[in-house]
Every structure is written in C-alpha cells, then in structure tokens.
C-alpha cells in the first residue's frame, strides 16, 4: 500500500507540472497576436460603411463584493467619415445616439427628452470627445476608430495568441492582452474578413475585476448595409434638454451609486 501511494504521489506530481508547464510551451509568440489585431484595425478602417448588432454585459461590483450584470441589446450604423447611428437598449435606458458630421442628437426614449451638442468633425474625433469631454463612450468605441491598432496596443505589455475559439457559429481568432490596469480580450472572425465577434475589457484597479463584454452579430459592410437617415427628426415631439439633465441614457441606472476602485 505504501508503495501504491508514492506511486500515485509521483504520478499527481507529474500531471500537476505537466499542466503547469503546457500554457507556458504552447504559448505563441507575441507578434502572431499583434500581427492579428493589426489585420482587423486595418480592415476595420478600410470600410467607408458597417453595421452590426451587439449584445453588451457591463459587471459591477457592490461594497459587499456581489458582482452584477447589467445587459444590453443595440445597434451600430457607421458611414466614414463623419456619420453614425447608434441605438441601446437595456434594464435602465433606452438611448438613440446620431451624428451626421455636425451635431451629435441624444435621445432618452424612456422620458422623452434629447440633448444637442456641436462636434464636427469624423468618426474618430467624436468617439474622443464623447469619452474624454462628456464620459459617455461609445460602444466598442476602441474598435470603431480609423486606426484602432494603435489604441489597443498603447500601455500593452503581453499579447497571447490563444487559437482558435467559435463565437456564434463563426471560426475566430482568440487574442489576450495585458496592461496596468486592465486586461483585453479579443475574438477576430477568421478569414477575408476579420472583424471583432467578441470584446472583453477586465479591470484590474477594481476589487472584483469586473468586465465589459460586447458581442457582435449580423456583421454587414459595403452595399450590405441598409441605407440610413443619419439626421435627426423628433418623431416623438420629445423635450429639449441640457446634457445635464438628460435622463435615461447612462449605462448604469440612478440608483446605483459609483464607487472608488480599491
């Protein structure tokens, strides 16, 4: 019996170090994900028109350290260089976002009530202005951009190749990236046309590590892509309002109250 048991020790030891040691042999080296991610932000770019419907999973953490899930449902219309629909549907808010190279039109559904703000500009300018003038981003705003290679990349220290994985019946690459504070993961359709069919951001500043996921379907470019008033007509005789007291276009709804990282 003795010898049975420091056989089956022996044994435990080596699967253990096996299993140890096969992600770090397996691992890919960096330029292969790099090389991958580039593909997708060059052919992101090059598309002048694009469409495509998300499903989104923002997670918070409680004082208490319960994560939630906060779901929703949306859809993206995109003309380069300068016009953009974006609709969002969640728990909280119901929100239409439209810009047509001038005036970027917010519209709270839920209480009827938008707000008008003068941004001209392309694409790329309004994607930076909404996050860092007014902390309303975009959707999968870093995948939208012109050139989003460099964005991802900035502050990155690692990249991983994964393989393959299959996010809603379609073959994808499966990249991670690290930085400081958060960590990225990234699933690009396989083939002529590698677009990004899941996107996780996981924030490591925050106890809990809570993730912003955003999955992509119904994928269209080119003549595909139905054609779109980007304009804004007030079929529901909503209110104008200051951003400021614009109602049901957050992410996170009223009564949650945001706390510092730890």
């Not at 253990?16 to 292969?32: D, H, R």
């Not at 994900?33 to 998300?54: T, V």
């Not at 005036?103 to 839920?110: A, D, I, V, W």
């Not at 595909?224 to 996170?252: I, M, Q, W, Y």
Request: with cysteine; net charge negative.
């Amino acid at each position: 019996m003795q010898t049975k048991g420091v056989l089956f020790a022996m044994l435990a030891a080596a699967l253990l170090a096996t299993l140890t040691a096969a992600p770090a042999m397996a691992q890919p080296q960096a330029s292969e994900a790099k090389a991958i991610l580039k593909a997708m932000s060059d052919y992101m770019g090059a598309q002048k028109s694009l469409s495509f419907e998300f499903d989104a999973i923002l997670e918070v953490v409680t004082t208490d350290d319960q994560k939630l899930q906060l779901a929703s449902s949306g859809a993206v219309t995109l003309n380069r260089p300068d016009k953009i629909r974006v609709t969002r549907t969640g728990g909280f808010a119901d929100v239409e976002m439209s810009f047509e190279g001038n005036t970027l039109t917010l519209l709270g559904k839920n209480f009827n009530l938008y707000t008008q703000l003068d941004v001209p500009g392309t694409i790329d300018h309004l994607i930076d202005e909404l996050r860092g003038t007014y902390q309303r981003p975009l959707p999968a705003a870093d995948l939208l951009l012109t050139n989003s290679y460099d964005g991802l990349m900035l502050d990155v220290v690692d990249a991983k190749d994964l393989g393959t994985g299959v996010i809603g019946g379609v073959l994808c690459d499966h990249l991670a990236f690290r930085k400081d504070q958060v960590d990225f993961q990234i699933w690009i359709a396989q083939g002529e046309r590698p677009y990004p069919c899941r996107y996780v951001i996981t924030s490591k500043d925050i106890s809990g590590g809570p993730q912003y996921t955003i999955q992509v379907r119904d994928w269209k470019t080119g003549d595909e892509v139905a054609a779109t008033d980007f304009s804004f007509r007030n079929p529901t005789g909503a209110d104008k309002v200051d951003l400021k007291d614009l109602k049901g276009t957050h992410d996170l709804p009223d009564h949650y109250m945001q706390g510092d990282a730890k």
